[in-house]
């Protein structure tokens, strides 16, 4: 009776519809394992196609590539070296699975398919994948493998089965998304199974950015005791065998191995966003970005991600001046530019704002100056990024940040004007947090300048958009502390009014949020892509209609 399993956690960031590419990846990370003497090797959730596929698994063509994949994978195999458990779309009878197979001595030796299939928030897999068959355990060299795909693990049903029917170790592979308090989520959940059953379990999370999803990875081990002895720092590729021994009651433990230290919630935030902007520009294969760049808090930290994301040769920021923009905005850009080491151009807008004021000033005639005006300020600045993107190839980087977005307190094809937003799903108090955080710390993985990255006054001073003399944000909006409380309980808790008064709030603010929040729908699903960080973005997490008459009035 074998006594000893080396299996090897591939914590791995694939890119989606790249099978060619993902197909490499996967023989590199098997020839690390063999390296490390690993029989197995657990890969994370539709590695193969990379996940979520959405609609591309309709595709006949794309199913039947992958499957041509994995039997290519499966065939080398029968070299001797690590089996591989291998995840794919997988067509069996005519009905799709989100599936695991077991990839050993030259073949397919086993297909395990999920169960529980997450409709909700940002999944949607019940229109795409056939929910599978309870799954009895796989045998790998006298080992009996409980292999269970990702929400499998977030109900009883599926480990129970296994455990019956015989299961050593749990096996999961995930595609489980960060958003805040994630990883609290997913551990709770393996050491429910892990008390139910007995057994222990071993959960590989992608890494990697997807869109506006980004995988944090944060991949671990549980013992039957629930003692973690293996948790890997997230938001980076990975690799670790971990090294199992039978004992004398036959129950299987791991050996203690990498235990990475948790990071802190703002940490987590900043790396995420990181993570989700290098993914996107590289995946999507665009040299770098270019970014308004105004002295604000919200382009200094858009800025800082871009830079700590894809480093600072790859960073264009421009500023934007106008009649409005003052001295101190104008040296707090500069300095911001040059603590990161970025390039920093500046193009007065003042020449455009002029030319449309006097080609629309027949129309406009004998009336004030408005919104119409501001407007025209940052449409100007979207034309200077859009064009420097055209000619040189970065992506227009945007700088807005959730509050704004909620309340459409932002210009459509004006400053909402580019390829990708960092700061889409991040509420305006947290920017504030976020960039004392940035200026205080560093990680390897960043490839910005350690220590101070902006001047504080960028953060301290009170937020204006500058569109018109002496113009502050708390002059359209109430502050932030109270925007974001209120936007908080009705975007992320769906609370009512009246719930949200009792918490504190003045009923006519709460309204007129509320009021807000409904109508500028319109202008969110005209939004750039961004990166997902809380419970609800705004996206696929939260589907609103545009015309809207519901009002609750508390």
């Known amino acids: 009776m074998t006594s000893s399993l080396k299996i090897a956690?591939?914590?791995?960031?694939?890119?989606?519809?790249?099978?060619?590419?993902?197909?490499a990846l996967a023989r590199e990370f098997r020839a690390e394992a063999e390296a490390g003497g690993a029989d197995i090797v657990l890969f994370p959730e539709l590695f193969i196609t990379g996940y979520p596929p959405e609609d591309l698994v309709m595709k006949r063509s794309f199913v039947a590539a992958a499957r041509a994949a994995v039997e290519e994978l499966a065939a080398e195999t029968a070299d001797g070296g690590p089996a591989l458990l291998m995840t794919m779309p997988w067509l069996e009878n005519g009905q799709l699975y989100?599936?695991?197979?077991?990839?050993?001595?030259?073949?397919?030796?086993?297909?395990?398919?999920?169960?529980?299939?997450?409709?909700?928030?940002?999944?949607?897999?019940?229109?795409?994948?056939?929910?599978?068959?309870?799954?009895?355990?796989?045998?790998?060299?006298?080992?009996?493998?409980?292999?269970?795909?990702?929400?499998?693990?977030?109900?009883?049903?599926?480990?129970?089965?296994?455990?019956?029917?015989?299961?050593?170790?749990?096996?999961?592979?995930?595609?489980?998304?960060?958003?805040?308090?994630?990883?609290?989520?997913?551990?709770n959940h393996a050491v429910a199974r892990v008390t139910?059953?007995?057994?222990?379990?071993?959960?590989?999370?992608?890494?990697?950015?997807?869109?506006?999803?980004?995988?944090?990875?944060?991949?671990?081990?549980?013992?039957?005791?629930?003692?973690?002895?293996?948790?890997?720092?997230?938001?980076?590729?990975?690799?670790?065998?971990?090294?199992?021994?039978?004992?004398?009651?036959?129950?299987?433990?791991?050996?203690?191995?990498?235990?990475?230290?948790?990071?802190?919630?703002?940490?987590?935030?900043?790396?995420?966003?990181v993570l989700g902007l290098r993914d996107y520009v590289g995946k999507n294969r665009f040299p770098g970005v270019v970014l308004g760049l105004s002295g604000g808090v919200d382009s200094a930290l858009s800025a800082a991600v871009a830079v700590d994301a894809l480093g600072p040769d790859r960073v264009h920021c421009v500023m934007m001046p106008s009649r409005y923009t003052s001295s101190e905005s104008l040296e707090d850009a500069a300095a911001c530019a040059e603590l990161l080491g970025t390039r920093l151009d500046t193009v007065s807008i003042a020449p455009a704002v002029d030319a449309y004021e006097t080609m629309m000033g027949p129309l406009f005639d004998g009336r004030p100056a408005d919104v119409t005006e501001e407007n025209l300020q940052s449409r100007a600045r979207a034309l200077v990024v859009m064009a420097i993107s055209n000619k040189f190839g970065p992506m227009v980087l945007t700088t807005g940040n959730k509050s704004e977005m909620s309340v459409g307190y932002a210009t459509l094809y004006g400053d909402m004007c580019g390829g990708y937003s960092v700061l889409k799903d991040v509420y305006k108090t947290t920017c504030f947090e976020l960039s004392h955080w940035r200026n205080q710390h560093h990680n390897p993985d960043f490839l910005g300048p350690a220590g101070r990255i902006m001047?504080?006054?960028?953060?301290?001073?009170?937020?204006?958009?500058?569109?018109?003399?002496?113009?502050?944000?708390?002059?359209?909006?109430?502050?932030?502390?109270?925007?974001?409380?209120?936007?908080?309980?009705?975007?992320?808790?769906?609370?009512?009014?009246?719930?949200?008064?009792?918490?504190?709030?003045?009923?006519?603010?709460?309204?007129?949020?509320?009021?807000?929040?409904?109508?500028?729908?319109y202008k969110r699903r005209q939004s750039p892509p961004g990166v997902k960080i809380t419970a609800r973005n705004f996206g696929r997490d939260r589907r609103y209609p545009i015309t809207n008459g519901y009002r609750d009035r508390g």
């Open 9 to 23: 956690l591939a914590q791995a960031n694939p890119t989606l519809g790249d099978i060619d590419g993902n197909l």
């Open 98 to 187: 989100n599936s695991v197979g077991l990839l050993d001595a030259g073949q397919v030796q086993a297909v395990r398919h999920k169960c529980e299939l997450p409709n909700y928030g940002v999944f949607d897999e019940k229109r795409l994948f056939a929910v599978g068959p309870q799954p009895g355990p796989v045998n790998f060299r006298d080992v009996r493998l409980g292999l269970m795909v990702c929400e499998d693990m977030w109900f009883p049903e599926v480990t129970e089965t296994l455990e019956e029917s015989g299961a050593e170790i749990l096996l999961v592979p995930n595609g489980s998304p960060y958003d805040i308090g994630k990883l609290d989520i997913r551990l």
């Open 196 to 273: 139910e059953s007995g057994l222990p379990l071993v959960y590989v999370n992608q890494v990697g950015g997807q869109d506006e999803l980004v995988f944090d990875g944060g991949s671990f081990v549980l013992n039957a005791d629930c003692r973690r002895p293996i948790q890997l720092d997230g938001w980076r590729e990975r690799l670790v065998v971990s090294e199992w021994r039978r004992g004398d009651d036959g129950r299987w433990a791991c050996a203690d191995g990498e235990r990475a230290p948790a990071s802190s919630r703002l940490e987590a935030i900043y790396r995420t966003m």
């Open 455 to 521: 001047p504080e006054r960028v953060i301290v001073k009170p937020p204006t958009a500058e569109l018109r003399p002496d113009q502050k944000d708390e002059d359209s909006l109430p502050p932030y502390p109270v925007l974001d409380g209120i936007l908080e309980r009705l975007v992320e808790q769906e609370m009512s009014v009246s719930e949200i008064v009792a918490a504190g709030f003045e009923r006519e603010t709460v309204n007129r949020v509320q009021n807000l929040l409904y109508i500028a729908e």
